[in-house]
């Protein structure tokens, strides 16, 4: 079994519905990155998550959302718009929250289970982590998740301690 074919068995795909969205942002020229736990499996040993989340470039967001239409179901909140599709059990989430426009100057393109896809820079990928756990407005379950991804990171790229906050490189160390 091929990572693509993995990636669709655990979304429960009946369609591709990543290859979709990668599709029409290619073909709209839209600028994005992957950030969050996909983003971190573009750059250690993957897990497994039925979440996509996406920054695009702000100005390009509703040409995106009528482009996309048809094939998602769109819901917009405080700092996302998430996309979902009866199609699979992936779900997209797209950022809104403005301090991640920076990050897609420093996106490159890598494979993330069997996709190429823009990611963030890991110190970027690391950035946004360190946002969402300190986020205690989250959900301690997803925060948790963050730390552990946060760990992931630092544990395979050492030289990234210093990018934490002091608070946070004293738990971590």
């Known amino acids: 079994m091929t990572k693509k074919e993995f990636m669709n068995s655990i979304t429960k795909n009946k369609k591709d519905i990543l290859k979709e969205l990668i599709t029409s942002l290619e073909d709209l020229k839209i600028d994005y990155c992957v950030i969050g736990g996909l983003a971190v499996n573009a750059y250690v040993e993957p897990v497994v998550s ?4 996406l920054v695009i470039a702000a100005k390009e967001m509703e040409r995106l959302l009528e482009s996309v239409k048809n094939i998602f179901r769109i819901e917009r909140f405080s700092h996302s718009i998430n996309l979902t599709s009866p199609e699979s059990e992936l779900r997209i989430q797209l950022q809104t929250d403005p301090r991640y426009q920076s990050f897609l100057s420093r996106a490159s393109v890598k494979e993330v289970l069997g996709y190429k896809m823009k990611v963030a820079s890991v110190e970027d990928v690391l ?19 963050d730390l ?5 990171l630092i544990e395979k790229y050492p030289h990234l301690k210093n990018l934490l906050p002091k608070s946070l490189r004293n738990e971590v160390i």
Do not use: H, M, P, T
């Open 50 to 53: 039925l979440d996509l989340d």
């Open 127 to 145: 950035q946004g982590k360190v946002w969402a756990y300190l986020d205690e407005q989250r959900r301690k379950s997803k925060r948790q998740k």
């Open 148 to 152: 552990a991804d946060i760990y992931r």
